[in-house]
């Protein structure tokens, strides 16, 4: 994991201030393009600064988090970030196995359990009370929303999105851009860019591309 006393969090939404709450001390900034800085700076409301995007000459230089709900919003953020030095939001109250591994920019929220031998790639999110089993992989900038229940031996796609409360069976192969719908039950593998809800989970439509709003 990255060690910084400051660490800057790209973006100001909902998910971002759920990331400051569990990193609070160490917030140095949040980052936002510039058609968002009036609202993001009333959200925000606090001694904290709301830099744009385009003009973070200094703050650059601080490792930072892409706390987006959405992979697609995610992925953006960081592309447009002049940066290049990206850190872990690890919180204290999660348990993370001492074998798994974590990327570059991984956010893991109160709660949530990572067991023995779990890959997460890169910017992924893990959100709260989430619990993902043994040996499965988690692609880069996927997100896994509060309270899901993933088996062992599964596979997340890069981008994919599983919704609030979704339980994915062991061995299940959930595709890149995938979306798994809000407590849905997948027991078969979900193909890229499919959207699967129910119990048990079926093909509602296919997306064009990644989630970019939640």
Excluded: C, K
């Excluded at 798994?100 to 109160?110: I, K, W």
């Excluded at 067991?115 to 999110?125: C, D, F, N, P, Q």
């Excluded at 499965?136 to 929303?145: E, N, Q, R």
């Amino acid at each position: 994991m990255t060690e910084a006393l400051r660490i800057g969090i790209l973006g100001a939404g909902g998910q971002a201030r759920e990331v400051a709450e569990f990193l609070r001390e160490t917030v140095a900034f949040f980052a936002v393009d510039d058609e968002h800085l009036p609202t993001a700076r009333a959200a925000i409301n606090g001694p904290t600064p709301v830099v744009s995007l385009s003009s973070a000459e200094e703050e650059r230089s601080v490792p930072v988090v892409a706390a987006l709900g959405a992979p697609g919003a995610r992925r953006g953020i960081v592309q447009r970030w002049p940066g290049s030095l990206f850190a872990q939001a690890v919180s204290r109250a999660a348990y993370v196995a001492v074998d798994a591994r974590l990327g570059v920019g991984t956010m893991v929220a109160p709660g949530a359990i990572i067991m023995s031998g779990v890959v997460v790639g890169e910017h992924a999110l893990i959100n709260a009370g989430a619990t993902v089993g043994h040996d499965t992989v988690i692609g880069a900038y996927a997100t896994v929303s509060p309270g899901v229940r993933i088996g062992g031996r599964t596979a997340i796609g890069a981008g994919a999105f599983i919704g609030l409360g979704a339980t994915i069976l062991q061995g299940v192969r959930v595709g890149e851009g995938a979306v798994v719908g809000a407590g849905a039950v997948v027991r078969h593998d979900v193909p890229a860019l499919e959207v699967h809800v129910g119990v048990p989970a079926r093909i509602l439509r296919v997306e064009r591309g990644w989630l970019d709003v939640v």
